[in-house]
Every structure is written in C-alpha cells, then in structure tokens.
C-alpha cells in the first residue's frame, strides 16, 4: 500500500513539473513573438510605461495633466467626445487644477445648445462651467460618414481598453498593483503608425487597421512651458489626460486605501496583545477531574 502511494506521489510531482515547464515555454514563445515584425495576425503587447499615478502611491502630475488637456482639446476632440467630464471637473482638486477662472473662460469659448425657450425653439448660448464638454459631431452617423467610423468617446477610454499580460505577469501584477494596462496601450496605439506604406497600419490596434489618421505629428501643439514638442511627449500627457478623465478619484482612493491598510495593521498588533494577555492566564491550573 505504502509503496503505490509513494509511486503515486512521484507521478503527481513530475506532472506538475511537466506542467510548469510547458507554461514557461509558452510564455517564452509568446514574448519572443511579441517583438516581431508586421503580420497582421500578430496582437504585440504594449510595453509597459512608468506613470506618475502608478503603484500604490501614485498621483497625477499637474503640469502635465493640464499639457495633456491641451492636446484633447486642440487635437482629439476635433474628432472624439468627452462626455462624462463637465468644465468645471477641470478645476477640481487631484485633477488638471486649472483656476475657477480660468474654467469659466474656457467654457465662455464653447457653444452649447440649450432649450427650448418660450417660444419651443432651440437654441445656442456660451458655455458655463457645469456644461459638459459637445462633441464636434451632431450623431454618430454624422461622425461615420466623416471618418469611416465612430470615434469612441474617450471619458472612459483609459480603463475600457485593457489586454492580457499574460504568463507569468498577471500572476505577479495583483501583487505590484499593476493596473496600467489601458494607458500602456493608449501610448502605444499613439505611437503605433509605424508602416509608412499604410496609414491606416497600427501596431497595436487590434486587426492591424485604423480608421484613425496618425493624429500627432512633432510641433503640432505649442506647450508653453517648455516641454518638448515631440510625439512621444505628446502621447504620453494627452494619456495622462484620460487617466485622469477615467479615475478623477484615484489619489483620493489610494490614500484611502493606505489608511485603511495602516489602521488595520495596528488593529491587528492590538489584537495579537489582547489574545496574549488573555489566553496567557498566568498561573491557572485547569481542574484534571
Ligand atoms: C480625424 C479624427 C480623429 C482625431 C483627430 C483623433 N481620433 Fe482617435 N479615433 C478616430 C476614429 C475614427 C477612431 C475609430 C477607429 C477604428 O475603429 O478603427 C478612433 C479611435 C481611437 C481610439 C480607440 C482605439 C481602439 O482601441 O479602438 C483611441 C484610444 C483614440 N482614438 C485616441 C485618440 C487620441 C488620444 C487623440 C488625440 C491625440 C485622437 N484619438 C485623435 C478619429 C480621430
């Protein structure tokens, strides 16, 4: 009896190994995939980026928050909506941060339409900081008959679009908090019109095709305070931007998280005492009989 057990444990043992070793092999191949050249059935994963509101101390850099607003509004929202952030977001604490009055400035810039009045009619007036940002577009149709497709909108973009790390990086992203999957893939997706043959070639958007036009070039936006006027620097504040736009609350929730971890750490030290103290009865005799 002894003996098949142990056998059995050896079968076991070398199958798990088995199983190890061929998802290691896998995962090999698939990264050494990942590198290559332009099929168009290859999916390569975006590498991963540093951020500033990464891990779980992260939190968003202003000054580039505001550059990245610049971008959406003089380039991306020529095509895209925004329709969750309203004008006055843009003042709000942890976010871009731009002054009261600049925000109602800005929204005086918009035209919004309103109605209907008294007499049942629509109509346009300036905007007001609580209007939320208009898309260029009157309908979807409209957009499609432009473009050749709908422009997403791009308030929750940041989190909507995710991919899979796979083996054996989501087994330690839960551990590194890594949740920067959507924009890893924005910046790369920006940066991603690498066949100058075909425009619409994108190495990172799924299918290879891309109804969107490259939509930044070196110099096309003017920063102010002396960032560099390059793609890269662009695609990287304008994806910053839409974190931002997807999770306005992230350093409230992370502060609240490293709180609530610190609180339980101490709690559970005063609960470790409290069971010592208690169960250490010093000198009881339980009764044998
Ligand atoms: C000329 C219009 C136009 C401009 C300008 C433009 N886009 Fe797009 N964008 C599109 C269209 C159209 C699509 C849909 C593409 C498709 O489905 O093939 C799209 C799709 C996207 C997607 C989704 C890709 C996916 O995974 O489905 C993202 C993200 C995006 N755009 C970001 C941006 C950002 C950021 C900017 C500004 C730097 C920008 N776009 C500027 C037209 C535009």
Redesign the pocket.
């Known amino acids: 009896m002894k003996k098949a057990n142990a056998f059995g444990g050896g079968v076991g043992l070398a199958a798990v190994a088995l199983f190890a070793v061929a998802l290691v092999l896998n995962a090999a191949s698939v990264s050494a995939e990942t590198g290559a050249g332009q099929n168009p059935h290859e999916q390569p994963k975006p590498p991963p980026q540093e951020w500033s509101f990464a891990g779980p101390f992260g939190h968003y850099n202003q000054p580039q928050l505001q550059r990245g607003f610049q ?2 509004r003089e ?2 929202a ?3 909506s925004l329709k969750l952030i309203a004008f006055r977001n843009l003042a709000d604490p942890g976010g871009p941060s731009f002054s009261e009055k600049q925000v109602k400035a800005l929204a005086a810039t918009y035209k919004i339409k309103d109605g209907p009045n008294d007499s049942g009619e629509m109509f346009e007036r300036a905007g007001r900081p609580s209007d939320y940002f208009p898309w260029n577009f009157a309908n979807e149709q409209a957009a499609r008959a432009a ?6 909108d ?1 308030s929750l ?1 940041a989190k909507a ?1 995710t991919y899979e790390r796979g083996f054996p990086q989501f087994l330690i992203d839960p551990f590194i908090q890594y949740e920067e999957h959507g924009p890893d ?2 910046y790369a ?2 940066n991603g019109y690498t066949n100058e043959q075909d425009p619409q070639w994108n190495e990172y ?2 299918g290879h ?5 490259k ?2 070039a070196d110099g096309v936006v003017d920063y102010e305070d002396g960032s560099p006027k390059t793609v890269p620097q ?1 695609a990287r504040d ?2 910053a931007f ?1 974190m931002w736009a997807s999770e306005p609350k992230l350093e409230e929730r992370k502060r609240l998280g490293m709180s609530v971890l610190g609180f339980l750490s101490i709690y559970a030290l005063l609960l470790f005492a409290a069971k010592k103290k208690i169960w250490s009865h010093a000198g009881a005799k339980i009764p044998m009989d």
Not at 147 to 152: E, I, N, Q
């Open positions: 971008i959406y380039v991306c020529n095509c895209h473009l050749g497709a709908v422009p997403p791009l973009i679009r893939y924005i997706l920006l958007m799924p095709k891309i109804a969107m036009p939509p930044l662009y304008v994806t839409l």
